[in-house]
């Protein structure tokens, strides 16, 4: 069974070579997108950059021993993916609750989670790579009197056991 890739454009065939796949070098990220203090984000893919209309991605990293300020980023839902170092995410009304990522894990942070990113390390940087729900770039900074001692929180879907309890 074949199907026209086209059927679905009401007629209208893009200039693929103009609206295609784009190719942003590690280079020519965009530092300029809200930032919260304690990290830096970069812009790879948007509205601006390359027409995305449905998701933002770009990098941030955090320096070693350092933190973010609490944050959330209003309705958009966020996918962290840590490159390299270890994440220290502490979340909820006053950061209650933590959980740590390393290389290779992903992070999913809800709308309107009050959250903040925290380098583990005390010697190397936190690389990681963002993907949101929509284009725009939303950062809510947030004042917020954190709890001394969060909860540490395991999360276990329901098709896997937790092996680290």
């Known amino acids: 069974m074949s199907h026209d890739h086209n059927e679905d454009r009401k007629g209208q065939i893009p200039d693929w070579r103009e609206h295609g796949v784009k190719v942003i070098r590690s280079g020519e990220l965009d530092t300029n997108t809200p930032q919260t203090p304690g990290m830096n984000r970069a812009a790879a893919i948007d509205a601006a950059r390359a027409g995305a209309r449905k998701i933002w991605a770009g990098t941030v990293t955090i320096h ?36 740590e990522a390393g290389p290779g894990d992903f992070i999913f942070v809800p709308p309107y989670a009050p959250h903040q990113e925290i380098n583990a390390s005390t010697d190397d940087p936190l690389e990681c790579v963002l993907v949101r729900s929509d284009n725009e770039p939303v950062v809510v900074n947030l004042n917020i009197d954190p709890v001394e ?8 879907d329901p098709m896997h056991t937790d092996s680290r309890r």
Do not use: C
């Open 64 to 99: 070693p021993n350092a933190k973010t300020g609490a944050h959330h980023h209003g309705a958009l839902e966020s996918v962290i993916y840590v490159v390299r170092g270890r994440a220290r995410m502490r979340w909820g009304d006053r950061l209650e609750f933590t959980a």
């Open 149 to 156: 001692e969060p909860e540490t929180v395991y999360w276990v």
